[in-house]
Each structure stands twice: as C-alpha cells, then as structure tokens.
C-alpha cells in the first residue's frame, strides 16, 4: 500500500469499513473466493463469532463490487474440480489498498488499548487486574 497520492486518499476516505465488510475483504487478500469460500474463512478467522447467512453475503458481495472493491472473476478450477453455479470474487487493487488500510488504523487502535492495558497479545484484561 502507497502511503500517498489519491488512491490511497480514496481508500482513507473509506475508513472505517463494517467490520463484516473487513472480514469479507480480508478472506480475498490471499487470492479469489467463491462465496461459500468467503463463509468458511470468515468464520475461521472470527473464530466463530462472525457468522454471515448467506442472503447477507451476497449483499455484501453485491455492493462491495459497487463500490469498486471487488469484482466477480471469470478464472475457474478445473470443471471436475468446480460447480458451475459458483460465482468466484477477488480484491480490485482498490479493494486491497481500503483493507490494508483497515488493517493499519485497527492495528494502532490494537496498540492503544495495549497501551493502556485493557488487551494484552493473547487476551482482555478483566477491570479488576488493569493498572491505573
């Protein structure tokens, strides 16, 4: 991610992104999904907090597209190895440039509340342990 010029002026502009939204970009960062694909890693990497139902997906996926962050990709497995009927979605360069820009602001948010030891790299600390 360029840290100037307008790109990355129109990614910030963004900020900040729906935390499910995030979640969906994120699980495109290493290569193109197909939506029961996105389901599975967002969940995985919610650790099972985030569930998205289906309808909501593609919701998502459908105005993620509008605004320029995705696009559904004509690249397909092997036709043994594929349903036809799945729909595949990767990041538009803009895309990448919006998450990596999420991922940076709650990365220092991340670091704050370290700072202030309400989290630590592994957990919340409870109120009753936090220095004052």
Known sequence: MTDTGPAH???LSMLPVNPRDFLILFSLIDGERHGYGVLKHVSEESEGRVRLDPANLYRSLKR???DGLLVETEKRPASDLDDERRRYYALTDFGTEV???EATRLSKLADAARSR???TDSEIIPESERSR
């Open 9 to 11: 002026d129109a990614a």
């Open 64 to 66: 993620l597209m509008k």
């Open 99 to 101: 998450v990596a820009a």
């Open 117 to 119: 030891n309400l989290v």
